[in-house]
């Protein structure tokens, strides 16, 4: 009797599950599954945002003219530059105040609250601040001539060499809060007999966070670091509203994004914008592929 009304059982389950899941599909499909693939569409015509002519199939050709583009070119670059600094910076900081507040100092609570606060600053406002800040006049500066005896002073937004590192700085105060709170919630996993078993067998602190801790929080830092190159990659808001012109000064801080937006928007290029987009998710998507399967191999080979 039994074996008869498990089957059943397990349909009735099924159903539900589905049913339950069926909002959330249907969200996804809409907002994710729908847009990539008329994007995929708008991408091998002439398509615009307003235009009174017909949509034209034009083919590959939108790809060729993308890539064969100096500015596309120059913001892949940013990109790339910004995530080879960002990633191992922002989530070695995140590490960093994880195991700090981790520990039984006193006051970790409101440390814990001051580091988290800037994730949740809208980046605009967070934006206008940290503009105001690197004025040649700001209190950057002031402090910056002060520790150098006035050596040193950039014109930080306007400089095509330091306008990317001031971006830098502002993505690193407003990330690494989050980051931090993903890799304290893995520290609080692991467990504390293990830290003691090593320190019997008089293993140093190097030695437990390389042996007990790093891969103790092997899935922590995988999800921060596949996180971190996503969000790296999407960068928009602080070189769209920091710079006196979007990716400027002359395309210095100009990424993917930025592209993107200003060909699909501003010139109302649909067609070029979407493949664009299309060519973006293909990087990013090999990209992260390829790192997690690399931060995963050098995690397990600790």
Known sequence: ????????????????????????????LATVALPFALAG????????LISPLPTRFVGFENFRDVLTDGAFWRGLKNN???????????TAGALGLALLVNTNLRGRVVFRTIYF????????????????????????????ETVTFGAFHPDW????????PAVMIVSL???????????LA???????????????DGASRWEQFRHVTVPGIRNGLLFVVTVTTILSFRLFDQVWLMPRSPGGPRNST??????????????????????????????????????RRFVKEASQES
């Open 80 to 90: 790339l530059i910004f995530v080879a600094v960002i990633v191992p910076v922002q």
């Open 117 to 144: 606060m800037p994730v949740v600053t809208v980046m605009a406002a967070a934006a206008t601040i940290w503009t105001l800040l690197f004025n040649p006049d700001g209190l950057v500066n002031a402090v910056l």
């Open 254 to 291: 100009r990424t993917m994004m930025l592209d993107l937006v200003e060909t699909g928007f501003g010139r109302q290029q649909i067609g070029r914008g979407s493949a664009i987009a299309i060519i973006f998710f293909v990087l990013v998507l090999s990209l992260t592929i390829v790192q």
């Open 41 to 48: 569409w708008f991408s091998l015509t002439n398509r615009r």
């Open 173 to 183: 105060w407003q990330g690494v809060g989050f980051q931090m709170i993903i890799l």
């Open 186 to 200: 893995a520290l609080q996993d692991v467990p504390a007999s293990l830290y003691e078993a090593a320190s019997i």
């Open 157 to 164: 937004l306007q400089s095509t060499t330091w306008a990317l």
């Open 1 to 28: 009797m039994i074996t008869l009304r498990r089957p059943n059982a397990e349909r009735a389950e099924a159903r539900a599950g589905l049913l339950f899941s069926a909002p959330a599909i249907v969200l996804l």
